[in-house]
C-alpha cells in the first residue's frame, strides 16, 4: 500500500479528506495525519511517505517550510520513493502558490476541496510514482554502489566552499581524485525543449553519454548530476566539450546548452569551477545562437542599471486601460533589450521579479477573485528558468500583459453593466447617517477593496469619502429647514460623530458654518412677498 500523509490543524479536513480517500480508494492507501508541519515531518523521517497533502497555514511550522525540508530530505536521501505533493490553500495564499511551484508541488488544490479535483491529483501522483519506480529498478539495475557513492559526495563537493583536512582528504579518497587526469575543466550541461521543459535528468545523461560517444576520445574524471538534475562533467579540455557542443548542434539538438569553466588542479578547485560553469550556463538564456558558453568570454564589464521602478509602476497602471499600445514599447524601455547581448544576467532576473512583485502579484491581488485563472496565467511566465532563451520569456510575458490588459477591462466592464456602482450608491443614500467606510459599502455589493476604490471614481467622478460627504451635507441642508431642530442634533441625523466634525465639513464643501447657512436661510424666508 502506498503511504500517504495528511497535514492539516483543522480536524474537520484531515478526517473528512481520509474518509473521501478510503472511499474513493479502498485497500490503496496506509493514511497517516499531523496537525502541523514539524509533527508531519518527524513522521516522515521515521516511517516515509509516496504522497504528502499538506496546508499552507499551520501553528509551529507552516506547509513551505514543510515542503522545504521535505525537499532537501529527498535531494539527500535518493533509496525513499520519489515524493509527491499535493498543496492546499486559499485565495489569499497567492505568494505560497508561488513557492509550492517553486518545490514542485504536484497540485495546488483550492479550499473549499472539490472531490473530483482530489480525486485527479492523487491519480495524477500514482502515475508518476509508477512510472518513478519502473526507473529506479532500471537504475538500481544499472549502477554500482562505488559510483553512486561518487556522485553523491560529487554532489555535496560542488556546493561546499571550506573543507577541513580530515574533509579533504576523505573526499579525495570516496571520488578517487589521485586519478583525475589534470589540469582538469567542468562543464554544466542541460536541455531545454522550445517551451522551456527541461529534459528529465535520466534521459539528459543518457545523451550526454550518446554525445560522448560520438566524440574523439574525451577523457572524463566524473559524470554526475547535480542537484538541479543537470549533468556534471569532470573532463581534461575545455575544447572537448566545445566539441560536444558541435556534435549536439550537426545532430539538431539545439535544446543542449553547456556552460565550461576555467582550469582546475586542486580538489578545492572542483567547487570554484562549478560554480564558473554554472554562471556560464546561465548566459546561455541571452544568446540564442550560441550552445556552448565559457566562463572566461562573460567576464568582460557587463551592463547593469537601477530597477526603474517608476516605469514598472507605469506599466502595471496602465493595464485595462486604454492605453495599450504604451505596453510593449514601455517593457523593451525596462528590460533595454537593445542592449541584451551586454547586459548583466542578474539584472534582467532582478526586472522580472520586480515585474511578477509590482505588476503581476499585484493584479491579482487587485481582482482577486478570478485568482485560479490568473495562477494560471502566471505560472506560465513567473519564472525565467521556464524559458530556453530571454526572447520566449519576452514574448509570452508580453502576451501575458495583454491578456491581463484584456482580462482587467472585462472585468471592469462587467461590473459597471452589472450596476455594483449604482448599488453601492443606493446603499450609500440609505444608510448615510450610519458609521459608514469604504470597506462596509464594498462588501455590501461584493467587490474588492482596492477595485471598488477606482470603480466608484470612475463612476460618481469623486472618491468615496468625498461622495459621502456630500450626501450628508446635502441632507443636513435638507433637515435645516426645521427650525425646531438644534444644529447639533442635526449633524448627528446625517452620520457625524460630533458638532465640531459637522461644521468642519460643512463649512469644507459649502464656504459657509451650519450656522450662517441656517442664518441666511431664515432671512431669505422672512422676507415679505409681492403681491400681483
Not at 499552507?56 to 525513499?80: N, Y
Not at 544499472?142 to 583536512?165: F, I, N, P
Request: charge should be negative.
Amino acid at each position: 500500500m502506498r503511504k500517504l500523509l495528511i497535514v492539516d490543524d483543522e480536524k474537520n479536513i484531515r478526517l473528512g479528506l481520509k474518509m473521501m480517500i478510503e472511499r474513493e480508494f479502498p485497500d490503496t492507501y496506509a493514511i497517516m495525519t499531523a496537525t502541523q508541519g514539524e509533527e508531519a515531518l518527524a513522521m516522515y523521517r521515521s516511517q516515509g511517505a509516496d504522497i504528502v497533502i499538506t496546508d499552507i497555514r499551520m501553528p509551529v511550522m507552516d506547509g513551505i517550510v514543510l515542503i522545504e525540508k521535505l525537499s532537501d530530505i529527498a535531494l539527500t536521501e535518493e533509496h525513499r520513493p520519489k515524493l509527491n505533493i499535493i498543496i492546499l490553500s486559499g485565495y489569499e495564499d497567492f505568494e505560497y502558490a508561488r513557492a509550492a511551484i517553486k518545490y514542485q508541488a504536484k497540485e495546488y488544490l483550492l479550499k473549499p476541496i472539490r472531490r473530483d479535483e482530489l480525486f485527479v491529483a492523487l491519480r495524477k501522483c500514482e502515475a508518476e510514482l509508477n512510472k518513478h519506480s519502473q526507473v529506479a529498478r532500471v537504475i538500481a539495475g544499472a549502477e554500482s554502489y562505488r559510483l553512486k557513492l561518487q556522485s553523491s559526495r560529487l554532489q555535496e563537493l560542488v556546493l561546499q566552499t571550506q573543507l577541513s583536512d580530515l574533509e579533504r582528504q576523505e573526499l579525495e579518497r570516496e571520488i578517487d581524485f589521485s586519478s583525475y587526469a589534470l589540469p582538469f575543466t567542468i562543464a554544466v550541461a542541460s536541455y531545454k525543449y522550445e517551451d522551456g521543459q527541461e529534459m528529465k535528468r535520466g534521459e539528459l545523461m543518457a545523451l550526454v553519454e550518446q554525445l560522448l560517444q560520438c566524440g574523439d576520445g574525451h577523457v572524463l574524471n566524473a559524470t554526475f548530476h547535480d542537484r538541479e538534475g543537470r549533468v556534471v562533467l569532470i573532463g581534461s579540455s575545455g575544447e572537448k566539450f566545445a566539441e560536444l557542443a558541435r556534435i549536439a548542434e550537426s545532430k539538431g539538438l539545439n535544446g543542449m546548452l553547456f556552460g565550461v569553466s576555467e582550469e582546475g588542479e586542486r580538489l578545492d578547485d572542483i567547487h570554484t569551477c562549478y560554480s564558473q560553469a554554472l554562471q556560464a550556463l546561465q548566459y546561455s538564456f541571452i544568446y540564442p545562437q550560441i550552445q556552448l558558453i565559457r566562463y572566461r568570454d562573460i567576464q568582460e564589464q557587463r551592463l547593469v542599471y537601477a530597477v526603474p521602478e517608476e516605469d514598472i509602476r507605469k506599466l502595471g497602471n496602465i493595464l485595462g486601460t486604454n492605453r495599450e499600445k504604451e505596453i510593449s514599447p514601455l517593457l523593451h524601455a525596462i528590460f533595454h533589450s537593445d542592449q541584451l547581448a551586454e547586459l548583466d544576467i542578474h539584472y534582467i532576473e532582478r526586472i522580472s521579479q520586480r515585474i511578477n512583485e509590482q505588476v503581476l502579484d499585484e493584479v491579482f491581488r487587485v481582482y482577486g477573485e478570478a485568482s485560479v485563472e490568473v495562477l494560471k496565467l502566471y505560472r506560465k511566465v513567473g519564472t525565467m528558468s521556464r524559458f530556453r532563451h530571454f526572447h520566449d520569456y519576452f514574448r509570452s510575458l508580453e502576451q501575458l500583459l495583454f491578456s491581463l490588459h484584456e482580462y482587467i477591462k472585462g472585468i471592469r466592464s462587467a461590473h459597471s453593466e452589472h450596476g455594483d456602482m449604482k448599488e453601492a450608491v443606493a446603499y450609500i443614500e440609505d444608510n448615510f447617517h450610519r458609521s459608514l467606510n469604504m470597506a462596509i459599502v464594498s462588501n455590501h455589493v461584493s467587490l474588492n477593496y482596492s477595485y471598488f476604490s477606482e470603480a466608484f471614481k470612475a463612476y460618481t467622478g469623486e472618491s468615496f469619502v468625498v461622495y459621502l460627504k456630500k450626501a450628508r451635507i446635502r441632507k443636513a441642508k435638507q433637515l435645516m429647514h426645521d427650525q425646531t431642530l438644534k444644529l447639533a442634533d442635526i449633524g448627528t441625523a446625517v452620520g457625524f460623530e460630533n458638532t465640531k466634525q459637522f461644521s468642519r465639513v460643512f463649512k469644507e464643501l459649502e464656504g459657509i458654518s451650519p450656522f450662517e447657512y441656517r442664518t441666511k436661510l431664515l432671512a431669505s424666508q422672512d422676507q415679505p412677498h409681492c403681491e400681483a
